[in-house]
T-cell receptor, first 114, second 111 residues
Framework: ETGVTQTPRHLVMGMTNKKSLKCEQHLGHNAMYWYKQSAKKPLELMFVYSLEERVENNSVPSRFSPECPNSSHLFLHLHTLQPEDSALYLC?????????????FGSGTRLTVV | EDKVVQSPLSLVVHEGDTVTLNCSYEVTNFRSLLWYKQEKKAPTFLFMLTSSGIEKKSGRLSSILDKKELFSILNITATQTGDSAVYLCAPIYNQGGKLIFGQGTELSVKP
């Protein structure tokens, strides 16, 4: 474990389902991130939270809805997804919002939309 | 448009070989560059490079940055099967800390 924990590890959902991904960090970091990793493509930044406030939203469809109730927890709520949303979703945290110290990544949730 | 290009995209070697992975970037307002190793899922941090020409080493891995020619290399000597992974590079912007990832190099080390 890296200090960033993601659950579930695997998720299969239908296009009409609603599910949530959870990320938890106990590193005392101030910033948390959601990334999407599709096969053979670079990691795509989805959302950035700093001290529970969303500071970046990179043109992500509204069927993805993040929530950051406190600095240790980050959720990604999913509803009416499409098959092309199937990917590995990685959560990351960093001490500083400017990432000067790099990221600590979680192990990811492998999402399959059927 | 800012971009990051890693090469090769995939590489197959045998144990004991030495490999060099390349990362070239075109990033405005560059600050640092990160290298990560991604095995099954979680990318794990390898190096952060900020200064040109200063080699960073960790065991059999080493990396160096050339800010004039806008590239970085990651060397792995005496490769082992446990080095099999995708290696990601990511430049960081100076303002706001925006960070973009390359596509990765998939390294496979055969026994």
């Amino acid at each position: 474990e890296t200090g960033v924990t993601q659950t579930p590890r695997h998720l299969v959902m239908g296009m009409t389902n609603k599910k949530s991904l959870k990320c938890e960090q106990h590193l005392g970091h101030n910033a948390m991130y959601w990334y999407k990793q599709s096969a053979k493509k670079p990691l795509e930044l989805m959302f950035v939270y700093s001290l529970e406030e969303r500071v970046e939203n990179n043109s992500v469809p509204s069927r993805f809805s993040p929530e950051c109730p406190n600095s240790s927890h980050l959720f990604l709520h999913l509803h009416t997804l499409q098959p092309e949303d199937s990917a590995l979703y990685l959560c990351a945290s960093s001490q500083y919002i400017d990432r000067r110290d790099g990221y600590t990544f979680g192990s990811g949730t492998r999402l399959t939309v059927v | 448009e800012d971009k990051v290009v890693q090469s090769p995209l995939s590489l197959v070697v045998h144990e004991g070989d030495t490999v060099t992975l390349n990362c070239s970037y075109e990033v405005t307002n560059f600050r640092s560059l990160l290298w990560y190793k991604q095995e099954k899922k979680a990318p794990t941090f390898l190096f952060m490079l900020t200064s040109s020409g200063i080699e960073k080493k960790s065991g059999r891995l080493s990396s160096i940055l050339d800010k004039k020619e806008l590239f970085s290399i990651l060397n792995i000597t005496a490769t082992q099967t446990g080095d099999s992974a995708v290696y990601l590079c990511a430049p960081i912007y100076n303002q706001g800390g925006k960070l973009i990832f390359g596509q990765g190099t998939e390294l496979s080390v055969k026994p």
